[in-house]
């Protein structure tokens, strides 16, 4: 698969939790963890479990960043 988002971070899935109508998947990519909010159908249609390799892609065009 080629995409045009430059930001692909490989991992492995070590959670998923399931909600009403969206789940979070956190893949550990080198130790940090990446926050996806996902559809449960589309969790469902990718077969998402944890310890399957994942890949997060970021396409933003804005980040943000904040201190206390």
């Not at 045009?4 to 490989?10: D, G, H, K, L, T």
């Not at 077969?47 to 933003?60: P, R």
Request: hydrophobic letters at 45%; glycine letters at 10%; aromatic letters at 0%.
């Amino acid at each position: 698969m080629k995409l045009s988002a430059r930001n692909q971070i490989s991992g492995t899935i070590t959670e998923v939790v399931s909600g009403a109508t969206t789940s979070h998947v956190k893949i550990d990519a080198g130790g940090t963890i990446i926050t996806a909010s996902i559809t449960n159908e589309s969790v469902a249609e990718l077969g998402l479990k944890q310890g399957m390799k994942a890949m997060a892609i970021v396409k933003s065009s804005d980040v943000i960043v904040a201190i206390g």
